[in-house]
């Protein structure tokens, strides 16, 4: 079902640490699933491409950032970078998991793409 690894992108307006951590978590819990990185503040001003998913720390609302039209965002309002974040991540994760169990796949790093 996969041919990539899922593009995760995790943005602060102000914290660069705890979207940077936020990352590596995802990383280090599901590298095989997903390749992710950190954003601060507001980028460019171009949209971006390489993200499928955005994921907006310490926001109840998407932020006024250009988004490609691919690219879906999330808010996760009061995250506290540590268990509150590693549910949230593994809940990614089991998705993805679960999505490719229905064709019997497996991780996209697992793959020869």
């Known amino acids: 079902m996969y041919k990539r690894r899922a593009r995760i ?3 602060h ?3 660069g640490e705890k979207a940077r951590r936020a990352a590596e978590l995802a990383y280090r819990l599901g590298g095989d699933w997903v390749e992710a990185d ?3 503040g507001v980028g460019n ?3 971006d491409p390489w993200p ?3 994921i907006a720390l310490d926001c109840s609302h998407p932020p006024a950032l ?3 039209p691919h690219t879906r965002c999330k808010c996760w309002p009061c ?3 540590g268990q ?3 549910q949230r991540i593994l809940g990614i994760l089991g998705g993805l998991r679960l999505l490719a169990r229905l064709d019997h796949s497996g991780a996209p790093a697992e793959q020869d793409v």
């Open 84 to 86: 509150d974040t590693r």
């Open 13 to 15: 307006a102000e914290d």
């Open 9 to 11: 992108r995790f943005w």
């Open 38 to 40: 950190a954003l601060v």
């Open 66 to 68: 250009p988004l490609a």
């Open 79 to 81: 995250s506290d970078g």
């Open 45 to 47: 001003g171009a949209a």
């Open 52 to 54: 499928d998913l955005l």
